[in-house]
């Protein structure tokens, strides 16, 4: 039998033991691990989800993998490359890339009776995977994006239809401006998306493939490049290295010079952005900890002191320093263990309601969501419950040293 362990839970299970001091301490010592814990859960839901969220974001804009020419990373004018069948094989054949799309790019006019817009009209193809935009469709059905033929139906953002006052079916010319030439289009308004990523609803439409294409007098087998999508966002670099290795340096057969890189270089300033979030994350999970440690060890020096006279008699009664001292450290645990119970089921509880119900709200402007994304993460849950309990018993080893300073004639005679 473990003796220090029989004893830690004969004192803790005791419900007819109401002591002034030491009943209430216990109880604010289980309060403070319960929110300590709550408030880590909550935070580290709180981060892991809005990062995944914007990163997402950015990747349903511009994927993991971007493949070029090397002139047009260099400028923001569009530029030609030949994404052919056998380019692609290529691209689709490297270990870990999910999905590979053509894309092209050229900047235009959209124009209405009441106002003008410029913007940047990317065309895609039936190989494109348009799963993001799908999920931001506000209004309108998607288009059927072709590579080969134009439907001229237009795919823009809430932000580009509410400054120009177009809704789904309505009609709007584009003007595209080349070498002094102006030429018009006309598109139909097939679907309204909304992201809340400024940088790209302000100014991002999308069409077929053949009309930037056509638009920018490039060849049949021409495009602004390839986007590749991976499986895991966490092998990223791995997948853009062998890119690389395949890829970059080679030249197509116009000539052109290929090169890549992955969404962190094109977007260095988002990913600086949300790398920040963890710093406030290790702040605020070091906080919580020092509280919920800082109220164990005061609530165990109360305890402590309130049973004297039974660690006097236990000693009078041959017990071992340390098998007191242990006592009281399990005793410690049981506290720790409902404080973490209560904590759980809080931090939970919280992050499936906000999940549910979406009660927090945030101003897209600043946020880029409109309510608070939560992601339920249960190995990084029982990590941090791991966490709290070994750092918590870690820092009452030396509070439970007050035990080996009480002598047994004396602590008998304790008031």
Partial sequence: MNLPLFIAHRIYSDDGDHRKVSRPAIRI?????????????????????????????????????????????????????????????????????????????TQGILKTNDDFLGVVIKGIGEDYDTHFLQENLVEGKMPHFSSTKNSNEL???????????????????????????VRA??????????????????????TDLPLPVKLNNWEKDQCSGAELLVSDFDQLQTVADMVVERVNRHTDH???ILTSHTLQETYPQVFSWLSLLD???????????????FTMISGLLIIILERTQMIGLLKALGARNISIRHTFLWFAAFIIGQGMLWGNTIGIAFIL?????GFIKLDPANYYVTTAPMELNIPLILL?????????????????????????????RYE
Avoid at 185 to 206: G, H, P, W
Wanted: glycine content about 6%; charged content about 15%.
């Fill in 155 to 181: 795919l823009i953002s809430r932000m580009i239809a509410n400054k120009l006052g177009l809704k789904t079916g309505d009609h709007v010319f584009a003007y595209f401006i080349d070498y002094n030439n």
């Fill in 279 to 293: 710093i406030n994350v290790w702040i605020i999970l070091v906080l919580m900890v020092c509280v919920a440690g």
């Fill in 29 to 105: 010592a289980t309060i403070g691990v319960a929110i300590g814990l709550a408030v880590m859960i909550i935070t580290v839901s709180v981060v892991l989800g809005f990062k995944h969220t914007i990163r997402d974001k950015v990747v349903g804009f511009g994927s993991h993998i971007q493949v070029e020419s090397f002139i047009a990373s260099q400028s923001a004018t569009p530029y030609p490359v030949c994404v052919d069948d056998s380019l692609m094989k290529v691209l689709e054949g490297i270990n870990g890339v999910r999905h590979v799309g053509r894309y092209a790019l």
């Fill in 384 to 412: 941090l419950n791991i966490a709290t309990l070994v750092v918590t018993l870690f820092v009452l080893i030396v509070p439970s040293f007050l035990v080996s300073h009480i002598h047994p004639s004396r602590s008998m």
């Fill in 185 to 206: 289009r006309k598109f139909t308004v097939a679907a309204i998306y909304e992201t809340n990523m400024t940088q790209f609803d302000e100014s991002l439409c999308f």
């Fill in 353 to 357: 309601l906000q999940r549910h119900t």
């Fill in 254 to 256: 116009y000539g052109e």
